[in-house]
């Protein structure tokens, strides 16, 4: 059986460097407790003009764009069902390019002042938020992140982005977007240690209507983001959809249905839960971006995932009591939650 398409950005999420510089490095400037900690509840800092100052490392996690019944044109199912057929391989952050207005998992690094906010991320992108007063032109040269101009609502800041290449995509789940493409996103920051953004994105030529969602933001206090540069190479991802598709067998619903559960283990250093659900005869699985994602039986325990990782249930005396989930970057092993 040929191996199944898997992430490169696994590879860069458990990695661990070497030499990296000023991991203990305190952060200026923050509350902290009597015993010298971060206050990460405290009120957030704020700037001599009186605004919340976002400045500092933050880590986010994936997020993707909800797919309601008729939420998406017909040319952007098109596209989405192409790009799950591979794997999603072609995802820009898979090749080592700029990922525009995708919202991705790991670090970033902003630095605010009154005129010009600066994002960096660590994979050595960046953009610029304009704080100056300008606007946006109405049909500026597109560029892979797109321009950015922003401004206060009260303690919210305001970001509206616009002139965006369409060779990125809005999430690791396929969405895509044209040209058009405008964003708006709502930085509030409630606390020292967290942040939540709330984004919404505009375009016809994918959408039917403006989608919004929100996801947080969590400070990273006394250390300094490491830069996450992938390599392209990807001989290991072979396979497709379709492929695995053929291969399936049928598996009883009795037997399915003992699959059904929450596991919950370590993904490297990080805590992963999988929640196994049963739906119209088929088991899915939370994806590494939150959402469900369909397994396909390859015999009564072991499973291809419609975003290339795999499954295989096991236990003892046919009790099932963990799942292993296959990354590039290893098995591993999730306990069965009571």
């Not at 050595?124 to 597109?142: A, H, I």
């Not at 929640?275 to 015999?299: F, M």
């Amino acid at each position: 059986m040929k191996s199944l398409a898997t992430s490169l950005a696994l590879l860069v999420v458990l990695a661990t460097p070497c030499n990296a510089q000023w991991l203990n490095q305190p952060t200026p400037n923050i509350p902290r407790t009597a015993d010298g900690k971060p206050d990460l509840t405290a009120p957030p800092p704020r700037t001599a003009d009186g605004h919340p100052d976002l400045s500092g490392n933050w880590q986010g996690r994936p997020i993707v764009f909800a797919r309601t019944p008729g939420s998406l044109t017909p040319s952007a199912q098109a596209l989405i069902r192409a790009r799950e057929e591979n794997y999603f391989r072609e995802r820009p952050t898979f090749q080592c390019k700029p990922t525009g207005p995708e919202v991705v998992a790991g670090w970033k690094r902003i630095d605010q002042t009154p005129t010009l906010i600066t994002i960096y991320y660590d994979d050595l992108t960046y953009r610029r938020v304009f704080m100056d007063g300008r606007k946006l032109e109405r049909d500026p040269e597109r560029v892979w992140m797109g321009y950015s101009v922003g401004r206060w609502e009260g303690d919210t800041l305001v970001v509206d982005s616009f002139g965006f290449n369409d060779r990125t995509w809005l999430d690791a789940r396929g969405t895509p977007h044209t040209e058009a493409l405008r964003t708006t996103e709502r930085y509030r920051r409630a606390t020292v240690g967290r942040m939540q953004v709330e984004l919404t994105a505009t375009d016809p030529g994918t959408f039917t209507a403006p989608q919004t969602l929100s996801y947080p933001l969590e400070f990273r206090p006394d250390t300094e983001m490491i830069e996450a540069v992938c390599e392209e190479k990807q001989d290991h991802w072979v396979g497709s959809l379709s492929e695995n598709e053929k291969g399936a067998v049928t598996v009883a619903p009795a037997v399915l249905a003992k699959y059904v559960g929450v596991y919950s283990g370590l993904w490297g250093t990080v805590p992963r839960t999988v929640r196994v659900t049963l739906a119209e005869g088929a088991l899915y699985a939370t994806g590494l971006v939150g959402d469900n994602v369909r397994l396909i039986p390859h015999s009564d325990t072991f499973f291809l995932s419609t975003d290339g990782l795999t499954y295989t249930f096991g236990g003892d005396g046919g009790k099932i009591d963990h799942v292993v989930e296959r990354h590039v970057s290893g098995d591993w092993k999730y306990a069965r939650q009571p």
